[in-house]
């Protein structure tokens, strides 16, 4: 599987984007996938994931902000992030699941897009 984020971009705090991570080669529709984060000397840090039935998951410091979704015959996966703070400044990647539940910790995500980065100015 390759997966390809885009969407990242500067954004206001309290302004939004869309983050989206299309999958090739193989597809995604049994796999759980995640968005992760990290800034420079920070481990990466879990945002959200989605299982293959559609489930959702969160972060404490995005729930009730930011949603994940995913489009199937697509092979993409959304992150509409909302109300965006200043903290939420980060690369943000995705990542696919070798299982179709997945967790937060990134050591079990086996395929990583390439990162988009979002900057939120205060």
């Known amino acids: 599987v390759q997966l390809q984020a885009s969407g990242g971009g500067l954004v206001q705090a309290g302004g939004s984007l869309r983050l989206s991570c299309v999958a090739s080669?193989?597809?995604?529709?049994?796999?759980?996938m995640g968005w992760f984060r990290q800034n420079p000397g920070k481990e990466r840090e879990f945002v959200s994931r989605?299982?293959?039935?559609?489930?959702?998951y969160y972060a404490d410091s995005v729930k009730g902000r930011f949603i994940i979704s995913r489009d199937n015959a697509k092979s993409t996966v959304y992150l509409q992030m909302n109300s965006l703070k200043p903290e939420d400044t980060a690369v943000y990647y995705c990542?696919?699941?070798?299982?179709?539940?997945?967790?937060?910790?990134?050591?079990?995500?086996?395929?990583w897009g390439q990162g988009t980065l979002v900057t939120v100015s205060s």
């Open positions: 990542a696919a699941n070798l299982g179709s539940i997945g967790n937060s910790s990134p050591g079990t995500y086996r395929y």
């Open positions: 080669k193989r597809t995604i529709s049994n796999n759980a």
């Open positions: 989605i299982t293959w039935t559609g489930t959702t």
